[in-house]
């Protein structure tokens, strides 16, 4: 190959298709043209604000807003359509630490399609309270539906495995000697009888950990 071949192939490769090529750059630039020329809107939505990433070994204790303002700007083809549910809006909690402290909402809050702009957040910021919980092992206690009729007859009652871990506050446990299943009602009432049942807790910030369903037997009086 000369000198002059690499000139050569360059100007066939660049001349191939040339008119494919001048068509494809003229609608890029009428459709740059279009969207730069178009109107600019101002639009509002009401989003739901979620927290996300609490550390663990932390709950939230107090009741920050749930839902913010978004002023979106952009092409009023783009926000003309738009749905709020094409919007979302979080606070990364990831690196939060106990206590009371704020949290700023700004564009990197709120995700929304490619060419809307964030324009404002209301709003601007928020305030969350984590407090640290623990977990402890609590005994379980079934609680049996159907009457009185059917709770005299009851001899025995059973629950596998009779404790579960629970994660609350530490003043939470106080409230809590034991937690309860879910209303257990037997479909008889002679020899012995099993369901599983899942485990609720009452308080507000309690939540078991790992497999909240035991299984509970009863036996009855014959």
Do not use: C
């Not at 000369?2 to 494809?24: E, H, Y």
């Not at 979106?72 to 083809?77: I, K, Y």
């Not at 399609?113 to 407090?131: A, F």
């Amino acid at each position: 190959m000369n000198a002059s071949d690499p000139g050569r192939f360059l100007r066939r490769l660049t001349s191939r298709n040339l008119g494919l090529k001048v068509v494809a750059l003229a609608l890029a630039v009428a459709a740059w043209w279009f969207v730069a020329g178009e109107s600019k809107v101002l639009v509002s939505f009401t989003v739901p604000l979620e927290m996300r990433h609490v550390p663990k070994g932390l709950t939230m204790t107090n009741n920050p807003v749930r839902e913010v303002e978004v002023r979106l700007s952009g092409p009023s083809s783009l926000l003309s359509g738009m749905r709020p549910s094409e919007i979302s809006a979080g606070v990364d909690l990831a690196a939060a630490r106990g206590g009371r402290q704020y949290f700023t909402l700004d564009d990197r809050a709120v995700k929304v399609p490619p060419g809307i702009k964030v324009q404002r957040i209301h709003p601007s910021s928020i305030e969350v309270i984590l407090d640290r919980t623990e977990r402890r092992m609590v005994p379980v206690s079934a609680r049996i539906g159907g009457g009185a009729a059917v709770r005299k007859r009851v001899i025995k009652v059973e629950i596998d495995p009779p404790s579960v871990e629970v994660e609350a506050l530490t003043e939470e446990f106080a409230r809590m000697p034991v937690v309860y299943t879910e209303e257990v009602v037997p479909d008889r009432t002679d020899g012995e009888y099993s369901a599983i049942a899942r485990v609720e807790t009452r308080e507000a910030h309690a939540k078991i950990v790992g497999n909240p369903n035991v299984r509970v037997n009863i036996q009855f009086r014959k």
